[in-house]
């Protein structure tokens, strides 16, 4: 059976292809790849089917190549959950993109099935010098199911595939899995990702989208400088100083701590603004769209409008002219904790437990997951949530706000049961999501967090082309270890690195704010410099280190930013930077007309072949940093 999709099905025409001949077969109970095995002891239950969609002369899409197959199985009993193994891995290396905790995925390594982690979102082998190519493992979404990898028994991969509800089963599937083959690791991605975007026709590549204009813009979050207290003076005060020091930011963005929220105990008249802490906030839940008393009740000296955020807004661009976009925090569900239900404004809700799968039982703790599982989530049902969307986007373009950073995005799948199941929540929402963006912040003027899963990047990303591609950069290390303050830093720069080649097919990746004065300043400003991505900074108002951002910030707010988004260098995909103890993290980006470099251990910055003295870019980011 192939694939469920056709051309009447996609909206895609001239994309299937009979005739291809793919190098990928199932032989005996062997998969191979040009004639070489990389999975054994296949079951008889696998299915694999070649893809339909390659480069014949009928295809409008030439790019798309035919080296690619499909797998799927078939299982004794319908259920909302099933663990099969696909064969066994051993003694090929693999480097893998897996999530460690319910929000975020970092890179891991190893040579067998054992050594393969839950929740694995992507897996390229490593090639042979006798002839067996790249080969990606590529979990997908199917109906009503979503599928991830894991370690089986014996060195078997076992692939998960789930609903997130007990009343969505299936026992048949044919694309839980794609398989592609190559003979470089950065074009493997990206040839998947073209064949994966027809297939399922949910999501749009980078490359089809533009990002927003702040990616270009050094700036500003509120978060470390202030953390819920944040308020309008503050916000000023920020902004001014770095002004007064010759780096004026071209965004500014206001992190949590702006909005009305509440704990239930307490009366819907009473905002809960005494949390003062990190974590105090994530039982509240929201109630209102409006901004809370410390930016309502902020008073302009300028006229009107003279009162409330739009006030602030307008005398903050007025007065700061390279402040060119001004961007709010919110969770996907509104808060961290949802919405307050029976709240006059605000849509319907009800107050879900979050229940987490096996899968993401065994990730790493996590303070954010046991404060919701705690008090739940108010849940605005799917078919309410363009209401949800309208009402706190058409709000915040109207006081003059320019964008959103969105956060917690990956709840979904623990609210799902009554709801149609993880893929059907998801679509619901991320359609409400996309088109409120599309009406309000140019289709564009999204930052995506803590959304490292597959759920997002193949049902999210239709319109949304930034997010954040490592967990958040920590300050200094949260369980106290004062090493973890600089063992972190590099643990920042791996989930960013190889994150980025799985993710940047979708979005534009965001390596998160650092600070200008933290004792591994230079080591994060060398890797934002040829990040690609937007550069932003949370220093404390009045706490900068000048010398350094003046490195990377020009006089008009602007940046420096190469053409491309920075990825770990060949040499060290398949190998552990982190904890092995003897491999240098180097990772490149590209200039129009050169290579840029940087290496973990030194933050010093090389190129190749500066064939232009006028590529003031490649110039600035490679000679400051020296």
Sequence with gaps: MAPSLSKASSGVSGLVDSHNQSPISLEGSNFTANGHVFL???????????????????????SLS????????????????????????????????????????????????????????????????SGRPYVLLLPLIEGSFRACLQPGTDDNIDICVESGSTKITSAGFRSVLYVHVGEDPFNLVKEAMKVIRVHLGTFKLLEEKTPPGIVD????????????????????????????????????????????????????????MNCAVAGEQMPCRLLKFQENYKFRDYVSPTGAPNKGMGAFIKDLKEEFNTVDFVYVWHALCGYWGGLRPNVPGLPETEVIKPELSPGLKITMEDLAVDKIVNTGVGLVPPEMADQLYEGLHSHLEKVGIDGVKVDVIHLLEMLCENYG?????????FRALTDSVKRHFKG?????????????????TEAICLGRVGDDFWCTDPSGDPNGTFWLQ???????????????????????????????AEFHAASRAISGGPIYVSD??????????????????????CEYYALPTRDCLFEDPLHDGKTMLKIWNLNKVSLVQTRKASTRLTYNTIRKHKLLDVIKIILLFI
């Design 421 to 429: 199941g993880r893929v059907d929540l998801a679509k619901a929402y």
């Design 66 to 129: 035919p080296v690619g197959s499909f797998v799927g199985f078939d299982a004794v009993e319908s259920n909302s959950r099933h663990v099969v193994p696909i064969g066994k891995l051993k003694n090929i290396k693999f480097m893998s993109i897996f999530r460690f905790k319910v929000w975020w995925t970092t890179h891991w390594v190893g040579s067998n099935g054992q050594d393969i982690e839950n929740e694995t979102q992507m897996v390229i082998l490593d090639k042979s010098d």
């Design 490 to 520: 590099g643990c920042h720069m791996v989930h960013c690195a190889y994150n980025s080649l799985w993710m940047g097919n979708f979005i534009h990746p965001d390596w998160d704010m650092f600070q200008s004065t933290h004792p591994c």
């Design 444 to 460: 564009n003027g999204v930052i995506a967090s803590m959304e490292h899963c597959n759920d997002f990047m193949f049902l999210g």
């Design 540 to 561: 404390a108002v009045g706490k900068h280190n000048f010398p350094l951002l003046k490195r990377l910030v020009l006089p008009d707010g602007s940046i420096l930013r």
């Design 40 to 62: 054994s002891d296949v079951p008889d239950n696998i299915t694999v089917t070649p893809s339909p969609y390659g480069s014949s002369s009928s295809s409008p899409d030439k």
């Design 217 to 272: 813009k050094f700036g500003w979050c509120t978060w470390d400088a202030f953390y819920l207290t944040v308020h309008p003076q503050g916000v000023w005060e920020g902004v001014k100083g770095l002004v007064n020091g010759g780096c004026p930011p071209g965004l500014v963005l206001i992190d949590d701590g702006w909005q009305s929220i509440g704990h239930d105990a307490d009366p819907i008249t009473k905002e809960g």
